[in-house]
């Protein structure tokens, strides 16, 4: 299969449209990261996704709206919770978790009985939410299992040949995937930590909000999974990540001691004498959120073999930063 990579004009909206309705999925842009999209009323065009990704068919799809005709068409009841925060957060980087519908076959909820709904922010995929009149299923743009693409040149590294098109728009400013939240139980509780954080949550609900086991730590082979996400590997460059949590000091002379490459904040670069990838700015969750996954598959670009990642801040987008560098680093962290 020929992979088109386009800019984004009408005509190329179109063309997206158009195969969409053809049940193929389309890789396109939204402020979080690429996303691959496919009707999500259809089990034929969703079940193109898992092939193109090769994803474990056992991980939910994320629904992409447009308007709120289309949240109450693809959940089976829409709480007051689910309205406070759509209100406050859509469109833009979070997912709520209801009760689905039944135009939302297995394929999307992977037998679960809930739908995880996004509306994003982007106008090319609003777009073509609209044009279609279609809610879009859609994962990350990534070969399952690598780091999500935050550029059109990464989904068509992962997926070329695989998938019939992308439309280019550029670098996605989050750059960190959506906060999951889900509202189908009795209180909220965060799956996947991201750029709208738990405190916000919290505030415009004005209840507690849990976050979900497994967000900062490994979950065992007994642990109740409550999000089929937290437990499938994620995010892994070639290379062999270690994070690293200490001062500066003690962090500079283990990484210039074992010859690993620093995968640390851009401050650091000029005090450190090995080689560099930085991840972001220190004390800057935002910047480190945006540059992760461009940061990680840069390591494989140079061709490092081993990395030692200085450990972020875990407070509120630091928690999103955190929770995907540890799945990169497969758990691997080590206290100086
Ligand atoms: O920002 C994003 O969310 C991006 C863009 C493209 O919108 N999408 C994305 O999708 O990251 P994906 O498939 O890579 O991650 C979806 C996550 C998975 O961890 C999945 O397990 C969880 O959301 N999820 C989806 N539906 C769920 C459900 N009904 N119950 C529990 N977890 C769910
Ligand atoms: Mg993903």
Request: glycine content about 6%; overall charge negative; charged content about 25%.
């Amino acid at each position: 299969m020929e992979t088109l990579l386009a800019q984004p004009s009408q005509q190329a909206i179109e063309t997206a449209c158009q195969l969409i309705k053809e049940k193929q999925p389309v890789a396109l842009p939204t402020e979080t990261v690429y996303g691959l999209f496919a009707d999500a009323t259809d089990s034929v065009a969703c079940e193109n996704i898992f092939k193109a990704k090769e994803r474990p068919m056992d991980n939910p799809l994320i629904v992409h709206i447009c308007d709120y005709d289309m949240l109450h068409r693809v959940a089976a009841e829409v709480t007051e919770d689910a309205v406070k925060l759509a209100e406050a957060f859509w469109p833009g980087p979070l997912t709520i978790i209801l009760k689905k519908s039944d135009i939302i076959p297995e394929e999307v909820s992977a037998g679960l009985d809930t739908v995880g709904i996004r509306m994003p922010r982007t106008p090319v995929i609003l777009e073509v939410i609209s044009k279609t009149g279609l809610p879009l299923a859609g994962p990350s743009a990534n070969r399952s299992g690598r780091p999500s693409p935050t550029n059109a040149q990464y989904v068509y590294e992962d997926l070329k040949g695989r998938i019939p098109m992308i439309i280019d728009g550029g670098s996605c400013n989050v750059g960190v995937e959506s906060t999951v939240v889900s509202l189908a139980g009795e209180t909220p509780i965060i799956f996947r930590p991201g750029y709208v954080t738990q405190a916000q949550i919290s505030e415009v609900l004005g209840k507690k909000v849990e976050l979900s086991k497994g967000i900062t730590e490994e979950l065992l082979s007994d642990d109740k999974v409550l999000s089929p996400g937290l437990k499938h590997k994620h995010y892994a460059p070639k290379c062999e990540v270690t994070i690293i949590n200490a001062s500066f000091e003690k962090y500079k002379e283990k990484v210039e001691a074992d010859g690993a490459v620093a995968f640390c904040f851009e401050e650091f670069i000029p005090n450190l004498n090995c080689q560099c990838v930085a991840y972001g700015k220190e004390n800057n969750s935002v910047s480190q959120a945006a540059g992760l996954f461009t940061a990680l598959r840069h390591l494989d670009e140079i061709g490092a073999e081993k990395a030692y990642a200085i450990m972020p801040t875990m407070d509120d987008v630091g928690l999103a930063v955190y929770n995907r560098l540890l799945r990169s680093a497969e758990f691997r962290v080590v206290n100086l």
